[in-house]
């Protein structure tokens, strides 16, 4: 204690107990009151140690003894008791004053968890209560000062008292700033070693702490200007561009309410990191908010996962262009943007003519690589801002917007076509194929994302049904044809249930014998408005909406529930096997098999009365499930024959990997075998080629007696064709059948 202060305060306190005693008995000046009080906080803020008060008051009642030796000790003690009492107050309020400012401002300083902060508060408690225990002994004893001091020896023994109790207090004191300290070094040490970023802020947003941890984030030092951190990071970028990071720390200042934002730090290193910052309010002792605090966790690795996880979903993973579901979002603002500024766009649809052939004849990895190349070529056929995407399979759209001449228009879509014609060269495979492109135009062709793919898909069929390898716009007609397509099918979905369909049968003759063999089951719709609709019209919508399933399963229940009837007719002039065609779409699906099988039983059929018949490009599946079902039917009784032989496939070398009982010559062989001696050189070669594998032969198409003596000649077993019957109802076809006995009757029945 500096001795100069020491001596004033010893001063103060002499002046004090004297002017109480000098001054008429109760009635104490309000100004001497004051003085005690404000040496009460003397006392405290001057931080007086035990020792050095117990002598100051030892001097000042001995100077007191020296000046009034008249007053009795008794009288001495009265007079002492209401300033002593007063300045034990001051004392108490001052010492509690002291305490609360220096704790509140500890624990302001600690940034930590919540529940690290309701520790130190209930620390603080701890010691306040410690403090109330011994201040209420000081100012119990003041109370009994003038007994106390009414005999010497003991008023001597009870201020060593109060001094035990000051030292006690000033012992908690100590004991609790060991505690925070102690704390205080936890929590630095988790700050310092926290692998998140933390940073604090005053209310201006001005940063006043940043911890290790971004330090080695930023690469900056701990002693550079924090404030111009944010600056400096040239990187760094958040999710809301509209408003900087410093402004949102200082809405939270101004506001109370917590906010999330996610920046990007170049790391010293060179890479990217990401952190997800969470700046939330600081609040003082009396719930006013000081400042701010930004606590970031790293989340680079969860940000790659998510773009990761983005980009698998709209990207597609062989030619890394947009995929469909990209398409829509990205057309969709096309569209807006074209609707908006009043400019055209254009949506191309591209197919390749023939991938599935490079598929099927060199593997499905060479097909993917013609696909990488084919949507390079694509794109750089377009202008570097239009957007290319791989719609499925072999399908590429491309939009193409603010194309205000038609000119500018053809002449990519020619680009495209004639890029996609150039020869691939893969690996060790040189290939060609082609490409169909259809063309619409918003607003003209349509003013909708679904509408205007359609209306360029409907462009691109035109284009493939043209002879391939070309272009095609949009036009009226055939959003003519799309409407009657789609009321067809719409029409499709009702024509089952209200029993619209009908079989008619085809007989298939033994050329030899003229005996009918058997028939060949033909679906026919009857549309109630349109009439009787061709196979060809319905049958492929069947397949694209799924419908084909239910009407396959009515055709098969049908011809077994005709063949029943026929063969349990003991007069009946026909007793013999139904054909029943199968679309590869059924048999694909898997377990057929069984639905045939079930579908005798319920109908009480027996196998041998059915036959299936099935297309090449069934065979070029080449799968265990197609061999397995295939053989399941023969094993079962059913026959199996294969339709059409020779369209649009190189499936000879199919044939011996499955078993069957009939190949049929598909009737473009057959009609030109008269005129074109290739045509029947061909004819000859799959008769023998079929009689080797074990198979009977079925002639499609014969039209004249010359084509089927030259059958004949060749070997051929059956005919089937419009020189003996079209293809009739049932009573019409037994009717047939009943006055049919050679080749020339049947020729002449029809």
Known sequence: MNQDVLRDISEKYCGLL?????????????????????????????RIAPAELLGIHQAAVESLANCCPALPLAQIGARLNMPLVTMYQ??????RERIAVRYQDL?????????EQELIARQIGDVFNDFNTHLGSIIGFAEMVEDELSRKSSGQQSLHLLMQNLTALLKAEHAIQQRIRSSERQFRTLVDNSPDVILRYDMEGRCVFANPAFTRETGLMADQDINTILDRSANRRWDDESCSFGERVRQVAATGVADVVVLEWRHPQGHLVSHEMHIVPEYDADEQIFGTLAIGRDVTRRKEVEFKLRHQANYDPLS?????????DMLQREVASAKKHAYPLAVVFIDLDRFKDVNDSLGHSVGDQLLVVAAQRVRASVREHDLVARLAGDE??????????SAALTRIGDDIVAALAEPFQLGEHRVRISASVGIAIYPHDADTVTTLIGCADQAMFAAKGGGRNGL?????????????????????????????FELHFQPALELQSGVIHKAEALVRWRHPAFGMISPDRFIPLAEESGLIFDLGRWILQEAARVSVRWNAQGTSPFRKQISVNLSPVQFLNGHYD?????????????PDLIAIEITEGLLLDDSEAVRSQLNNLRAAGIQVALDDFGTGYSAMSYLKKFSMDYLKIDRSFVQDMVDADSNKAIVEAIIVMAHRLGMKVIAEGVETMVQ???????????????LYSRPLPEDDFLNFAASAHSPADAAAAR
């Open 18 to 46: 004297r002017a109480f005693l000098l001054s008429p008995e109760g009635n104490a000046a309000s100004e001497q009151l004051q003085l005690a009080h404000h040496l009460g906080g003397s006392l405290v803020m001057g």
């Open 90 to 95: 001051a004392y108490e309020s001052a010492f």
């Open 107 to 115: 624990a302001a300083s600690f940034f930590c968890a919540s529940g």
């Open 320 to 328: 890394g262009l947009p995929n469909r579901r990209l398409l829509g």
């Open 396 to 405: 590429f759209v491309a939009v193409l917007p603010r194309l205000e001449a």
């Open 472 to 500: 095609a716009f949009f036009t009226e007609d055939m959003r003519e044809k799309s409407f009657e397509r789609r009321r067809l099918l719409n029409d499709l979905y009702d024509a089952l249930q209200e029993g619209q």
């Open 594 to 606: 069984a639905i045939v099988m079930d579908q005798l039983s319920l109908q009480g059929c027996q």
């Open 708 to 722: 089927a003596q030259l059958l004949r000649d060749a070997g051929c077993e059956y005919v089937q064709g419009y």
